[in-house]
């Protein structure tokens, strides 16, 4: 994952690093799907009402909470379909020549995870997934630590998801968005305290025998969402609320447009023609985009 931390005193930075660095240890302790001696992991094989951590009840609660606002577009229970479609392991590892099987079922949602306080339960059988809720959180708390320990204006950038707490520079926090050589990009300013999040259908791509896939799968078909949009950016209060939106939008297709009017919220979508449709006011932009 690619990882970008920027401050506005230049002597916070080797601390500000560090307390990036433990927050995201924490995380991939608490939740990811790929350590197996993972928090989630010992979860979801128990099959029981188990107390959790204060950092993993946080976690899913967020995921949950994005499930319910997305009416289930965001769902943390897709980690078996993504295992079946090839993404078993870190990404730079999935291609495989093997074919893949076409066959889909629907055999878990989000309503059945439970969470009463850092009381949790999550089904056997039922794989669960925080992946692009639990990177926004990170960064959210990435920005939020750095700043804490430091004094200063922090912008955390985690693959695409947004994080920024204190003060900006004068200018506003500078912020390219772009998602690949060919990409219309431009240039942002973000405000204080603002958070961005970038989702998108041309990252974590990988093959399986000859078909080409991506990370964002709608739990209703099992399948990639259909590349209705390369890109979908979102500002919004935190970086977990922008996350939700991009992601729900890109499964949302072209209904995505009207959804995000009806919130309000800043918006950037690149569709697969390459046209670039922005709603919400959405920042204004400082330097021309390039094809």
């Not at 669960?128 to 922090?154: M, P, Y």
């Amino acid at each position: 994952m690619d990882m970008q931390i920027i401050v506005t005193d230049p002597d916070a930075l080797a601390a500000a690093r560090r307390a990036v660095d433990a927050e995201l240890d924490a995380i991939d302790a608490a939740a990811s799907r790929f350590n197996p001696d993972s928090e989630i992991n010992g979860l979801t094989r128990s099959g029981r009402p188990t107390e959790v951590s204060e950092l993993l009840a946080e976690l899913l609660g967020a995921a949950l909470a994005a499930a319910q606002q997305t009416d289930g577009d965001v769902d943390p229970t897709i980690g078996a379909r993504l295992i079946d479609l090839g993404y078993d392991r870190e990404i730079a590892a999935v291609n495989s020549a093997v074919p893949l099987a076409v066959s889909v079922s629907r055999a878990a949602d989000w309503s059945m995870i439970r969470l009463d306080g850092r009381t949790a339960a999550v089904p056997l059988g039922v794989v669960v997934d925080l992946g692009s809720t639990a990177k926004a959180v990170a960064a959210d708390r990435c920005a939020a630590r750095a700043h804490r320990i430091t004094g200063a204006g922090v912008l955390v950038n985690l693959g695409g998801d947004i994080a920024t707490a204190g003060d900006a520079p004068g200018e506003g926090w500078q912020v390219l968005v772009c998602d690949g050589d060919d990409e219309p990009a431009t240039t942002v300013a973000l405000s204080p305290g603002v958070a961005m999040a970038t989702s998108s259908t041309l990252r974590r791509r990988w093959r399986r025998g000859r078909r080409a896939l991506h990370h964002i799968v709608d739990p209703r078909s099992g399948w990639p969402a259909e590349p209705v949009w390369r890109t979908v950016s979102v500002v919004a209060a935190s970086c977990l609320k922008a996350n939700t939106v991009s992601t729900a939008a890109v499964i949302r297709g072209w209904r995505a447009l009207d959804w995000i009017r009806a919130q309000g919220l800043p918006a950037r979508l690149v569709d697969s023609d390459g046209i670039v449709h922005t709603l919400g006011g959405w920042p204004a932009e400082h330097s021309g985009g390039r094809r």
